[in-house]
């Protein structure tokens, strides 16, 4: 499975791995934008500072992406919206 990952134009230490090309379906936090940074395979995808393999792929089974910091993985939180509908 490729992975294609994104930085948030609105934050300087949030990324996110989706494994569509478009991010979807990362939402678009406060009016901001997610920027694709790189499209690796993700067997290799371990060198990036921060990801972490397992939950992503929990998390993309789950929500259909996956949001880390340098620091870790961090919480998907939807808010009321609720996750999106598929």
Same mark, same amino acid.
């Given at each position: 499975?490729?992975?294609?990952?994104?930085?948030?134009?609105?934050?300087?230490? =949030?990324?996110?791995?989706? *494994?569509?090309?478009?991010?979807? *379906? =990362?939402?678009?936090? $406060?009016? $901001?934008?997610?920027?694709?940074?790189?499209?690796?395979?993700?067997?290799?995808?371990?060198?990036i500072?921060?990801?972490?393999?397992?939950?992503?792929?929990?998390?993309?089974?789950?929500? $259909?992406?996956?949001?880390?910091?340098?620091?870790? *993985?961090?919480?998907i939180?939807? $808010?009321?919206?609720? *996750?999106?509908?598929?």
């Open positions: 499975m490729k992975l294609f990952f994104f930085k948030c134009s609105v934050s300087e230490d =949030l990324y996110g791995a989706s *494994p569509n090309k478009d991010g979807n *379906p =990362l939402p678009v936090p $406060g009016g $901001g934008k997610w920027l694709p940074i790189e499209i690796i395979n993700s067997e290799h995808s371990m060198s500072i921060g990801f972490d393999k397992k939950r992503a792929d929990s998390e993309i089974k789950k929500w $259909g992406c996956h949001w880390f910091t340098t620091k870790g *993985p961090r919480d939180y939807w $808010g009321k919206d609720g *996750p999106p509908k598929k």
